[in-house]
Antibody, heavy 123, light 106 residues
Framework: QITLKESGLTLVKPTQTLTLTCTFSGFSLTTNGVGVGWFRQPPGKALEWLAL???????RYSPSLKSRLSITKDTSKNQVVLTMTDMDPVDTATYYC???????????????WGQGTPVIVSS | DIQMTQSPSSLSASVGDRVTITCRAS??????LNWYQQKAGTAPKLLIYAASSLQSGVPSRFSGSGSGTDFTLTISSLQVEDFATYYC????????FGGGTRVEIK
């Protein structure tokens, strides 16, 4: 059974850096085709993709946020870490990590997802 | 970025109704289109991948179709547990989601 759980600070101040950790079980990030993605959802709004890291350490980022994001993996701890710099109140959202289910190139679908962690940006 | 437009943004339906949700891409995406269900306060759940493949464990009343730019999610007979918001997501290039379709009880 695959499970993922997000953790990190709930409240951050504007201009600070957000660090979120996704701790997973049931799969290995060294297995061919596997990946973990990060997403967010502002209150009452749609889902937005942020970043994705693959088993081979290749990374992809949302173009609009690329300059602020970094995604890394620690395969020994079964963790993926997302950092987002220069946080702003508009970054207030629930942040999710999810397992990339497909084993084929370009077929980036995600299942299952973590429960999500709320992040509030406020001074 | 490829823009994904869902319609309608919301709909009201009764148990047993056939429901169709449409997702249109701003350019061709072949069949790199996935559908998710999200209930209030919970994480999204994958329903359909690669436009028409039913994810394991998802009821067969859910189906997906389409290719190129136009895609459809159909619920053949709406059940109480299907009242939720549905999102499409493309993976042809930079991942993007549609704006969501909220399915409410009539």
């Amino acid at each position: 059974q695959i499970t993922l759980k997000e953790s990190g600070l709930t409240l951050v101040k504007p201009t600070q850096t957000l660090t979120l950790t996704c701790t997973f079980s049931g799969f290995s990030l060294t297995t061919n085709g596997v990946g973990v993605g990060w997403f967010r959802q502002p209150p009452g709004k749609a889902l937005e993709w942020l970043a994705l890291i693959y088993w081979d350490a290749e990374t992809r980022y949302s173009p609009s946020l690329k300059s602020r994001l970094s995604i890394t993996k620690d395969t020994s701890k079964n963790q993926v870490v997302l950092t987002m710099t220069d946080m702003d109140p508009v970054d207030t959202a629930t942040y999710y990590c999810a397992h990339r289910g497909s084993k084929t190139v370009m077929d980036d679908w995600f299942d299952p997802w973590g429960q999500g962690t709320p992040v509030i940006v406020s001074s | 970025d490829i823009q994904m437009t869902q319609s309608p943004s919301s709909l009201s339906a009764s148990v047993g109704d056939r429901v169709t949700i449409t997702c249109r891409a701003s350019q061709r995406i072949n069949n790199y289109l996935n559908w998710y269900q999200q209930k209030a306060g919970t994480a999204p759940k994958l329903l359909i991948y690669a436009a028409s493949s039913l994810q394991s464990g998802v009821p067969s009343r859910f189906s997906g179709s389409g290719s190129g730019t136009d895609f459809t999610l159909t619920i053949s007979s709406l059940q109480v547990e299907d009242f939720a918001t549905y999102y499409c997501q493309q993976s042809y290039n930079t991942l993007t989601f549609g704006g969501g379709t909220r399915v409410e009880i009539k």
